[in-house]
Antibody, heavy 122, light 113 residues
Framework: QITLKESGPTLVKPTQTLTLTCTFSGFSLSTNGMGVGWIRQPPGKALEWLALIYWDDDKRYSPSLKSRLTIIKDTSKNQVVLTMSNMDPVDTATYYC??????????????WGQGTLVTVSS | DIVMTQSPDSLAVSLGERATINCESS????????????LAWYQQKPGQPPKLLIYWASTRESGVPDRFSGSGSGTDFTLTISSLQAEDVAVYYCQQYYTTPRTFGQGTKVEIK
């Protein structure tokens, strides 16, 4: 059974750097084809894809946010960490991590964490 | 970037009636050699994460009721709920996974009339 859980601060100040951790179980990020992505959703708005890291450490970022994002994995801890610099109130959102499937689910976000709400305010 | 555009933004359907949501991609998301459309549909209820309903444009996820179906190819796709139930009230999103950045539609809110 695959589970994911996001953790991190609920409140950050403008200009600060946000660090979010996705802790997962039920799969290994060292397995061929596996990946973990981050997606966010401002209150009442649509989903926005942020970043994706693959088993081979290939990393992909949203072009509009690329300069502010860093994604890394710690395979031994079953964790993926996303950092976003220079936070602004418009970055207030629920941040989700999701498992990128393999095989018949190749590329699909089959499993999602519950999300964590991050508010940016002074 | 591939832009995903859903229509309508919202719709109200009577219980037991059909609901149809459209999704258009700005370029084809049909993988020519795999002959698969890299398109997924998600359902999101208030306070919950998105739930995968359909992938490869028309493959229903395990456990998803068969009243949900997906169709389309290339750039035009449809999610159909054949007989709307009260528990289907939600926002539905399409997403392409053909290339990065992965992109979502703006969402379609389905309500009971």
């Amino acid at each position: 059974q695959i589970t994911l859980k996001e953790s991190g601060p609920t409140l950050v100040k403008p200009t600060q750097t946000l660090t979010l951790t996705c802790t997962f179980s039920g799969f290994s990020l060292s397995t061929n084809g596996m990946g973990v992505g981050w997606i966010r959703q401002p209150p009442g708005k649509a989903l926005e894809w942020l970043a994706l890291i693959y088993w081979d450490d290939d990393k992909r970022y949203s072009p509009s946010l690329k300069s502010r994002l860093t994604i890394i994995k710690d395979t031994s801890k079953n964790q993926v960490v996303l950092t976003m610099s220079n936070m602004d109130p418009v970055d207030t959102a629920t941040y989700y991590c999701a498992h990128r499937g393999t095989g018949n689910y190749e590329g699909v976000f089959q499993h999602w964490g519950q999300g964590t709400l991050v508010t940016v305010s002074s | 970037d591939i832009v995903m555009t859903q229509s309508p933004d919202s719709l109200a359907v009577s219980l037991g009636e059909r609901a149809t949501i459209n999704c258009e991609s700005s370029q084809s998301i049909l993988h020519s050699s795999k002959k698969k459309n890299h398109l997924a549909w998600y359902q999101q209820k208030p306070g919950q994460p998105p739930k995968l309903l359909i992938y490869w444009a028309s493959t229903r996820e395990s456990g998803v009721p068969d009243r949900f179906s997906g169709s389309g190819s290339g750039t035009d796709f449809t999610l159909t709920i054949s007989s709307l139930q009260a528990e289907d009230v939600a926002v539905y999103y399409c997403q392409q996974y053909y290339t990065t950045p992965r992109t979502f539609g703006q969402g379609t809110k389905v309500e009971i009339k």
